[in-house]
């Protein structure tokens, strides 16, 4: 049954804002235990460097321990969230860092600012007919040639999420998709997929990667898929 996402933006960021404490605790140190996640982060960070380094954005970081990988890996990263719990928790634990409120439906960054851009399973939460929104956003701040790198939880349907991280009170549908819608969804949005993969690490019990790059004026979509 589809859900109700009347209100989804709301109570993303009031369960966020509840649990963002142990979020960070239950959080911190689970990319140590995920190599195949690690592999792509450091991939994506190679293709920045290769654009000519510039800003990075982190769109939904949450407490911001993507960003932080990122920045140890060279990458020049900040971080964006629709939660301020997550927010401040993100300051407070990486004070060196730049983390700012926002919402990736309606993204307050320039056209053709940022080098790249990485949404860390925080896909997850937003309904199907606002992806297109999201993503256009995300081709109108990226640079042509400039790659975006998405990780999300891999399945066919919605779940209403009503407990999590230590037992706190959430009111979320984490949504689990297929591979080829999202690389549809890329390709209508301006991006062409290189690399995408389903793994199984202590990130997602089924996760999947999705490594792109933004088209460029006058470039023509790949042939076929991955």
């Avoid at 509840?18 to 195949?36: C, F, K």
């Avoid at 020049?76 to 634990?93: H, Y």
Wanted: with cysteine.
């Amino acid at each position: 049954m589809k859900p109700n996402t009347d209100g989804w933006l709301h109570d993303t960021r009031t369960s966020y804002d509840t649990v963002a404490a142990s979020y960070a605790d239950l959080t911190r140190h689970i990319l140590e235990e995920a190599p195949e996640e690690r592999a792509f982060l450091a991939r994506f960070a190679d293709l920045v460097r290769a654009q000519g380094g510039g800003p990075v954005a982190d769109v939904g970081c949450g407490t911001g321990r993507i960003t932080a990988h990122l920045h140890r890996l060279g990458v020049d990263v900040f971080g964006i969230d629709l939660s301020p719990g997550m927010i401040e928790v993100a300051r407070r634990e990486h004070p060196d860092l730049r983390f700012a409120l926002g919402s990736m439906t309606d993204l307050a960054l320039a056209d053709d600012s940022m080098t790249g851009l990485i949404a860390w399973y925080s896909l997850i939460h937003v309904p199907d007919d606002e992806i297109g929104r999201v993503l256009a956003h995300f081709k109108r701040v990226v640079r042509a040639g400039g790659p975006l790198l998405l990780g999300f939880h891999v399945g066919d349907e919605a779940k209403l999420k009503t407990e999590g991280y230590g037992g706190h009170r959430m009111n979320v549908h984490v949504h689990r998709r297929q591979h080829a819608q999202l690389v549809t969804w890329l390709d209508d949005a301006g991006f062409a997929v290189e690399s995408h993969t389903t793994l199984t690490s202590a990130e997602s019990r089924l996760g999947g990667m999705i490594l792109a790059r933004r088209r460029g004026a006058g470039s023509t979509r790949p042939a076929g898929g991955d």
